[in-house]
């Protein structure tokens, strides 16, 4: 029968590279002469760190270019509030992993209503496609791809006949 996954993930080698691209820019540019700022990837989080937080602004545009360059969708960016003090200002950057299970069942409950003849399951993160035929799966695709699932990138892998 065939099937398809539908998964929300991030490489995180390519953040990695972007993350080192953008740490060699910062301290190449005119702006950020004699400033410590810095990128930091701690497992699924970014760390920015600057003195001042219009900094911090101009180090997330040089990251988000960065991203875009690797490939890496930045819907999945889940950008927290900065934190400033007298002499440094941070903000964290997370990276969204997976579909939580009440999005699973909101995209379950569309293709249901869709009429498509598939059917879903939740599988851990990720969310499992099984239909009679490939133009089914094509169809349920098309109508995942036309949904607003709140901002999150998804991806559709494994296909299988």
Known sequence: MP????VSEVDLHEVRNAVDQANREVG????????KASFELAGEVIKLSTEREFQLRQMMDILRQKLVKRGVDIGSLDVK??????SAARQEVGLKQGIATEMAKDMIKALKAS??????QIQGDQLRVTGKNRDDLQAAIAHLREGDWGGLPLKYSNFRD
């Open 81 to 86: 509030e900065p934190t400033t003090s007298l």
């Open 115 to 120: 009429k498509l003849k598939v059917q879903a």
């Open 3 to 6: 099937s398809f996954d539908v």
């Open 28 to 35: 190449t540019r005119f702006d950020f002469k004699g400033i």
